[in-house]
């Protein structure tokens, strides 16, 4: 009953690291790019009472042994890279990613982020940058009078100004992917995610190329949160959580049986 006590808060624990994890994706249902996360659970170790194959008084041989387990553990929060639907802006400078791929933004410190976050902005010299200032990696600037501004689904950039009818192309917009893009790290929030060991290296490409995907322009990548699926996950995530606190009053009641057995 002592063993039952801590195995319910082991499944209460986890399950409200679920249901953390759920409202965060809810929370997030209009986010351009975000990709909503996963909680992955393994159980804890098992305590042999009997192990299976030990052999009887008589010579025989135990089939089953037994075993009491202790009880769940979170083992990772993994991020679901599925394509989120496109939403069409019309603004020259949004611009969504279809297929596989990240945008490249330069962080004050020098370091590299990605984004599947492509609603650019540019300044008073016209760079295009993040809605947070961060520079596009490679940089892009726009002329400050051109009419009309054009991004090829190959990443091709090219704008037209005042008293020269043909477009003049301003550079190349670059992708890059990772081969587990699951291991990114979002700790900095701001729809930018961080290279790690587990994410692997990023290979950068033009759209449309080495399995990279092509951009969108007047497009953007809608959060792929499906919140009906999210709903119908907290629903088990909270019946989940009822059941494991029910497996702690009802062996808090045993006990309190046992103490109050007479002789």
């Known amino acids: 009953m002592i063993r039952a006590l801590f195995t319910g808060a082991t499944g209460m624990l986890a399950q409200q690291m679920n249901i953390d994890t759920i409202a965060n994706n809810l929370a997030n249902v209009s986010t351009t790019g ?138 190349t917009l670059e992708l890059v992917r990772f081969s587990n893009p699951a291991g990114l790290d979002a700790r900095l929030g701001k729809n ?5 060991q587990a994410s692997g290296a990023p290979t950068a490409g033009n759209p449309g190329v080495d399995g990279l995907g092509t951009l969108a322009q007047g497009f953007l990548e809608n959060s792929n949160v499906e919140v009906v699926e999210e709903i119908l996950q907290l629903i088990i995530a909270q019946r989940a959580y009822e059941a494991n606190s029910k497996v702690i009053t009802t062996s808090d009641e045993m006990l309190q049986t046992a103490n109050n057995v007479k002789r």
């Open 34 to 171: 975000f990709k909503k996360s996963r909680v992955n659970f393994q159980d804890l170790l098992y305590e042999t009472v009997r192990p299976a194959g030990s052999e009887t008084a008589a010579g025989t041989t135990i089939p089953e042994g037994i075993q009491l387990g202790h009880g769940v553990r979170p083992s990772a929060i993994a991020k679901v890279y599925t394509p989120g639907g496109l939403i069409q802006t019309g603004n020259a400078l949004d611009i969504a990613i279809e297929g596989d791929g990240f945008f490249q933004v330069l962080l004050p410190d020098g370091s590299t982020a990605y984004t599947r976050d492509g609603s650019f902005k540019i300044n008073e010299a016209g760079t295009v940058m993040t809605a947070d200032g961060y520079q596009l990696d490679p940089g892009i600037t726009i002329p400050t009078d051109a009419e009309l501004i054009s991004i090829g689904a190959d990443g091709n950039v090219s704008a037209r100004v005042p008293g020269d009818n043909s477009p003049q192309l301003l550079g």
């Open 192 to 196: 930018l995610l961080l290279e790690t």
